[in-house]
Every structure is written in C-alpha cells, then in structure tokens.
C-alpha cells in the first residue's frame, strides 16, 4: 500500500545531545500496523526542538535524533490497522507522535498526559526528514485546501496556544497578557486570543517584534521587558482599569517572567505556564497569591480534538501565521537566530531543499 517511495531520504540529525546538527541521507522507514509515512513538505522550528539539542531538560531524548514537529505532509504508506486516513491524504506530524489510548488519560483525551505518549522529534523521529511515522490515530488531519507551509507552525505552536486560552478560561473581551509575544507561540497567541474575542497586550522586545505585534496581530499594548523600568506597574497600567489582565500566557524561554506573572495578572484573574525554560521555577508570593484568588496552571500541548479545532480556526481565515521559509539544510542557521532571540514569528523549513 504504498507509492514511489525512496529508499533513502534527507534528514537533519543529531547524535548527541549538544549538537551539531547534521544534514545528511538516511534510509526511509517503514510504518507499523497502527502508523502512517508522511512525506513532509514543510516543518516549523519551534524552541522545544532547540531545547531537545540542549539536552535544556530533565527527559533525555532518543539519540541519534531527527528533531521537528511542526510537519505538513502528504500520506505516503500507512498500516493495515489504519482504516480512516488515505494515501494521498494531508496529514500533520505533531509532538503528541501516539499515545496508548486505554489509560485513564487517554480515555479522557488527555494524551498529552498518557505515561506511554511518544514524543515526535524527542523520543522518537521527527518532522526534520523528508518521510516521517506517526500513529494513524494521532496524526491531525489537514484539509486539502490549507497550504502545507503555512499551516505547520499551527500544528504545534498554534494547538499549544489555543489550548492555553482554553485553559485560562478568559471570556470575550477580557485581557489576555503573551509573555514572549515575539516568538513562534506568541505570535500565533495573539491571533488566537483576537478570534476569540479577547484584547491582547504583548510583551516582549525589540522593533521588530513590536511592530508585528501591535501592526499585524492585533495587540493594543506592547511592553518590552528590556527596556522597561518596571514591567509589573507597565502591564497593568495598559489595562482599562489598571487592575492587570484577566489572564496571562507565558511563552517566552526565561524564567524572570514565571517569577512576575502573578504580580500583575489581575485578582481573580489565572497565570498559565507553557514555555519550557531550562530549570527554571515557579515562584509567587504567598501573600497576594491567597488575597488575589489566582490560579496558576501548567498547558501541555493539546489533545487531538484541540488539534482539529485550531486547524479548523486557519481553515476559517481567524489566524495569519507569521513565517519565513527556508530549506531544510539551513536548520543550524534557524538555530543560532532562535538562540540569539532574533526571530519574529517562526521558521518553516522546506524539505525540498
Ligand atoms: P521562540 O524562541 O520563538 O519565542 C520565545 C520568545 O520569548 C522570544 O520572542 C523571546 O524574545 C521571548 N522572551 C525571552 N525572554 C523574555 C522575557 N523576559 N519576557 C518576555 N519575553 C521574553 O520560542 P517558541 O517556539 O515560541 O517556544 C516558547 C517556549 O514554549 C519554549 O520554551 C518551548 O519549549 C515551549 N513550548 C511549550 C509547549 C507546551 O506544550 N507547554 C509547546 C510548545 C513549546
Ligand atoms: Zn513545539
Ligand atoms: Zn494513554
């Protein structure tokens, strides 16, 4: 059940923690009963991937390693026990690669939380080859008319985000803070927030990402945390009320911001974590932490039908996604920006080149 398929295929790979990353031919593998072979077209680079060649975490990851799991792709094979996806089929390989689908977890669709999940790009293979496996259960479903590029920073940055506005429980027209509005996840936060009716105020720094912020994605606030004296009084001073935002999203790749949050997030008002920063802590005071009533939460990634929602938000016109293309071969480049904080937006890497 399979097309032209090529024995051998290119790949960014790792060997070991610390990197490099090597761009060289591998064999292309052969899908399980239970997966799918996506022929990748396009993958996003997000800040987990570089937190994968850092070793920045207390999981190890498989080595050698093929990272990536933004990717966008055609079904190219799939396994017998695969019955509700098709060759020819678009498909997206996402950091939740499969889960066990009888554990507690599981049976809730909180895959993300199932002990036996695999993890694209970090436990097993990812998107940064030209023909990636997935559990045909897991795979999101891309319909036909969305453009491949474009939609692959949603198949994690995008997923991850629309599942922490969930989780805030933010109502239209309350205020939202993005910690690291700049980045990948930022930026597609803003565009979620604003098609769920939410203002946005985002922080973060520099020219450039101010202007995307406050020019293309819709925020009416932009604090940069480099420059300003005291981000606590400057967040809540850019509500209406100066009494905080109602929410507030952490995204960016530092601790200090974990550490402010629930100074200014607003009393009754909830602090979600997503970014991943190296041993890092959660710290709040105690004493405004009880007489405020917040709630501070922890967002992994999103569940499949979270997955089918945010890509349905693309498929409606709700969300731009910022991105710059470029190939395969150039992801240390895309690296060195990500570490030096210099992208706006994401990278989207074409295997083709
Ligand atoms: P990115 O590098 O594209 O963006 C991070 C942004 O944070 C940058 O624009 C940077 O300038 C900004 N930043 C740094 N210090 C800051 C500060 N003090 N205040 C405000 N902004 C600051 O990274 P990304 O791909 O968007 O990923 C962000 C984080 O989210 C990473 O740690 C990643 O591993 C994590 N992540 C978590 C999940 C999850 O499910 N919880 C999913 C995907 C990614
Ligand atoms: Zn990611
Ligand atoms: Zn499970």
Known sequence: MSQNIPEKQWAQVIEKTGGPVEYKQIPVQKPGPDEVLVNIKFSGV??????????DWPLPTKLPLVGGHEGAGIVVAKGDLVQDIEIGDHAGV?????????????????????????????????????????????????????????ISPVLCAGITV????KESGARPGQTVAIVGAGGGLGSLAQQYAKAM???????????????MCLEEL????????????????????????????????LVAVNEKPFQQAAEYVRPRGTVICIGLPAGAYLRAPVFESVIKM???????????????????????GLIKVPYKTVGLSELQKVYDLMHEGKIAGRYVLDTSK
């Open 94 to 150: 996402k950091w939740i690669n499969g889960s066990c689908l009888a554990c507690d977890f599981c049976q809730q669709s909180d895959e993300p939380l199932c002990a036996k999940a695999l993890l694209s790009g970090y436990t097993v293979d990812g998107s940064f080859q030209q023909y990636a496996i997935a559990k045909g259960a897991h795979v999101a479903r891309i319909p036909k008319e969305i453009p491949l590029d474009a």
């Open 162 to 165: 629309y599942k922490g506005l």
């Open 197 to 211: 009716g939410l203002r946005t105020i985002a922080i973060d720094s520099g020219e450039e990402k101010k202007k």
């Open 218 to 249: 819709g925020s009416h606030a932009f604090i940069d945390f480099a420059t300003s004296k005291n981000v606590v009084k400057d967040v809540q001073a850019a509500t209406e009320d100066g009494l905080g935002p109602h929410a507030v999203i």
């Open 46 to 55: 997000c800040h987990t991937d570089l937190h994968a060649v850092n070793g």
């Open 294 to 316: 917040i709630t501070i939460k922890g967002s992994y990634v999103g569940n499949r039908k979270d997955t089918s929602e945010a890509l349905e938000f693309y498929r409606r």
